[in-house]
């Protein structure tokens, strides 16, 4: 079993920034991938950002693009997402996801383990 385990939400005000920190822990495999989603009150769970095993591979929705960044250590099986001009239509709870198998980056249902998610609320 994986535990994946969110960091980092907060309060802040427009044009802010928060990082947020995702660790996995467990019976981690090698070779995964992470991922950063958002679910907003009233709406679906939507992709924000992933990152592959090795680093060199970024995604990112184009609702962030340019703003978030996404970046890991995997001596420390941590994934984060910095993220910076924040709007208030940013306002969702982030859900950090580990995925080990193939498929595509943006779809959660590929994602294997998931963790409970953290506030992040943009104020105007």
């Known amino acids: 079993q994986v535990q994946v385990v969110e960091s980092g939400g907060g309060l802040v005000q427009a044009g802010g920034s928060l990082r947020l920190s995702c660790a996995a822990s467990?019976?981690?495999?090698?070779?995964?991938?992470m991922g950063w989603f958002r679910q907003a009150p009233g709406k679906e769970r939507e992709f924000v950002a992933a990152?592959?095993?090795?680093?060199?591979?970024?995604y990112y929705a184009e609702s962030v693009k340019g703003r978030y960044t996404i970046s890991r250590d995997n001596a420390k099986n941590t994934v984060y997402l910095q993220m910076n001009s924040l709007k208030p239509e940013d306002t969702a709870v982030y859900y950090c996801a580990v995925k080990y198998y193939r498929g595509s980056y943006y779809s959660d249902g590929k994602y294997d383990y998931w963790g409970q998610g953290t506030q992040v609320t943009v104020s105007s």
């Open positions: 990152i592959n095993w090795s680093g060199d591979g970024t």
């Open positions: 467990g019976r981690t495999l090698s070779s995964y991938a």
